[in-house]
């Protein structure tokens, strides 16, 4: 199991840190990604970062704002969010998958997902 926490309520410009604990997991960790949905619109890409070296992917929208990094002690991946903007509100779900994908950013390739955790920017 995924379990993301972290989330709130920020004002514009302002920052956020999600984390993304696993427990229970039967396979070792291949990548971890960060996905958000905003309700009545599909789950989108945010960020991921593969646990073999460390390689990590962001969506554009996110770029030079927002971390993706991992505790492999701790199996734990963050989310650091800065630069906050009222079209950052969403819902924030973090997933991996036993396999390791080569379609990183496709949220129908991931099999365990957290329960997600709720990011409200206010103007």
């Known amino acids: 199991q995924l379990q993301a926490s972290g989330g709130g309520l920020v004002q514009a410009g302002g920052s956020l840190r999600l984390s993304c604990a696993a427990s229970?997991?039967?396979?070792?960790?291949?990548?971890r990604a960060w996905f958000r949905q905003v309700p009545g619109k599909e789950r989108e890409f945010v960020a991921a970062?593969?646990?073999?070296?460390?390689?990590?992917f962001y969506t554009d929208s996110v770029k030079g704002r927002f971390t993706i990094s991992r505790d492999n002690a701790k199996k734990m991946v963050f989310l650091q969010m800065n630069s906050l903007n009222v079209e950052d509100t969403a819902i924030y779900y973090c997933?991996?998958?036993?396999?390791?994908?080569?379609?990183?950013?496709?949220?129908?390739?991931?099999?365990?997902w957290g329960q997600g955790t709720l990011v409200t920017v206010s103007s």
């Open positions: 970062i593969r646990w073999n070296g460390g390689s990590t």
């Open positions: 997933a991996t998958s036993q396999s390791v994908l080569s379609s990183i950013r496709d949220a129908r390739q991931y099999n365990v």
């Open positions: 229970g997991l039967t396979f070792s960790t291949t990548q």
